[in-house]
């Protein structure tokens, strides 16, 4: 059985939904660490795959949360293990930023449920769930030698990998309900979001077939 370390808050973008749901199906463990709290790095870093949830906090030039040091600085330290390392939203921008890369805020969010630019074929094209107001610089990343832009939407860096960790702009964790749920939470209004979630529940079957499939790229259990 593969060890799986997931951070996250614990009422704000905290569902596992489809991840769970593909942990169970792989006969992985899943260990929950939450931002409110303090950690045990040895064990987060102990574990086979290290997931970084999303938040409403920021790690945009400017706009850099209290918080956001002591998650980077964790990712550098496993990036430095080169074992799996997975960001998504919040999570990806950390990820962006511990490689070297930039985050930025838009001057309009990037919303719904659509297809992405792929610029290789390791990953869906989707549809995937986008809702962000901060992004990840494409310039910032093609600077980095390393660093491999796999997906963009917006002018915006949408997926990302170097060695072992990846990064993900889009929620490939929530269903069309967890995804109204995570955007209530953080005081979007129904009428905002209605139509992304109805379009997402079209294709409830072919998400989550993607999401797993993308867990399996990026966990490399």
Partial sequence: ?????VISHKSVAH????????ADARGH???RFFREDEWNEEVILSADLVIAMGSPNSVATGF?????????ALMQKR???????FGICYGAQALAVALGGEVTRRQSANTGFKKIT??????DAGGWALWHEDMVEPTSLNRLPEAEVV????GAVIAFRQGSAWGVQFH????????GRMLSAIGISAATWADAVATMKVDEGGHRARAFALFDTVSGL
């Fill in 1 to 5: 059985m593969s060890s799986i370390a």
């Fill in 29 to 31: 463990s899943i260990n």
């Fill in 64 to 72: 850099v949360h209290e918080s956001a040091d002591r998650e980077i």
């Fill in 79 to 85: 990036i430095a293990q080169a074992e799996s390392l």
């Fill in 151 to 154: 997906a963009s939407d917006a």
């Fill in 172 to 179: 490939p964790e929530v269903d069309g309900d967890g995804l």
């Fill in 118 to 123: 792929l610029h290789e074929d390791s990953i």
């Fill in 15 to 22: 569902e596992l939904g489809l991840l769970q749901e593909w």
